[in-house]
């Protein structure tokens, strides 16, 4: 994941251990992912290629169905 503000990329297991993510909390997350590229961990961090460039041109939207 590349950390929004930052432009240094780095792995996912590295952003849990700095950020003190225990690994039962780790399975637990969701990941917004584009093929092999994590955009946003919801209440963590989003990724700097989520950045505007100018103005936005798209809306993204999505809704999490559970069985409950």
């Known amino acids: 994941i590349c950390v929004f503000g930052d432009n240094e990329e ?3 297991k590295r952003f849990f251990s700095e950020r003190q993510i225990v690994e039962h909390t ?3 997350l ?3 992912a584009v ?3 994590i ?4 209440g963590h961090v989003k990724s700097e290629q989520l ?8 809306v993204l939207s999505f809704e999490l ?4």
């Open 10 to 12: 780095i792995r996912l």
């Open 26 to 28: 780790r399975d637990q």
């Open 30 to 32: 969701l990941l917004l």
């Open 35 to 37: 093929e092999q590229t």
């Open 39 to 42: 955009l946003w961990i919801p």
């Open 51 to 58: 950045r505007l460039q100018d103005r936005p041109t798209h």
């Open 65 to 68: 169905l559970t069985d409950n």
